[in-house]
């Protein structure tokens, strides 16, 4: 398989709540992304990594934090949950940052905020 | 910022049927991707076009590049219900740049 997984795969939590989502891959690879999947909008990226404790802000990263501190593990932090934040959050990786090179997502978190 | 759009927004035929779908931008991209997510999955890479013009096979499915290489189709041919998903175009505009994801055409392939 392709090396990538999330955690959790469903998640409920109230508004104001602290929540730290979970992407682990095997595959060694520099680059590693979050996207939020909502109807409409497609997928659009939050923070991404380009190393460890390299990353960098997404076109949507108000109110998200982020933290790579291995090359395996990228962690995708709400501070404080708001209801706008309710969507589907996948992971994605990428061995490297050409044009050529695919990415490679997990199977999403569903976060609900109530 | 470089946007993507998709048409059909919806799309829902006949098994055996052919179909196609675009996505299109103002914007010049050096590459472009086309995925396919499935419900309760993440995209799944279907194909990587890089050259202005450029056409590529994968079974029943053809990718082109526009010739500007601002745009690009999709097109399945005798389409099955296993075709049923999500498709997603990603464009690229240079080395090290994130790619830009267009919103997506949802298909619906009856049997």
């Known amino acids: 398989d392709a090396g990538i997984t999330q955690s959790p795969r469903h998640k409920v939590t109230e508004t104001g709540t602290p929540v730290t989502l979970r992407c682990h891959q095997t595959e060694n690879h520099r680059y590693m992304y979050w996207y939020r999947q909502d109807p409409g909008h497609g997928l659009r990226l939050i923070h991404y990594?380009?190393?460890?404790?390299?990353?960098d802000k997404g076109e949507v990263s108000d109110g998200y934090s982020v933290s790579r501190s291995k090359t395996e593990d990228f962690l995708l932090t709400l501070e404080s949950a708001t209801s706008s934040q309710t969507s589907v959050y996948f992971c994605?990786?990428?061995?490297?940052?050409?044009?050529?090179?695919?990415?490679?997502f997990g199977s999403g978190t569903r976060l609900t905020v109530v | 910022t470089q946007l993507l759009e998709q048409s059909p927004q919806f799309l829902s035929i006949q098994e055996g049927e052919n179909l196609t779908v675009y996505c299109n931008s103002s914007s010049v991209f050096s590459s472009l991707q086309w995925y396919r997510q499935e419900p309760g999955e993440g995209p799944v890479l279907l194909v990587t076009?890089?050259?202005?013009?450029e056409v590529k096979k994968l079974k029943r499915l053809t990718f082109q590049f526009g010739d500007a290489r601002k745009d690009s189709s999709l097109h399945i041919t005798a389409a099955q219900p296993g075709d049923t998903g999500l498709y997603l175009c990603?464009?690229?505009?240079?080395?090290?740049?994130?790619?830009?994801f267009g919103p997506g055409t949802r298909l619906s392939v009856l049997p």
């Open positions: 990594s380009y190393g460890v404790k390299d990353t």
């Open positions: 990603a464009g690229g505009a240079r080395y090290g740049q994130n790619f830009v």
């Open positions: 994605a990786i990428r061995e490297q940052g050409s044009a050529n090179y695919g990415y490679t």
């Open positions: 076009v890089v050259t202005g013009g």
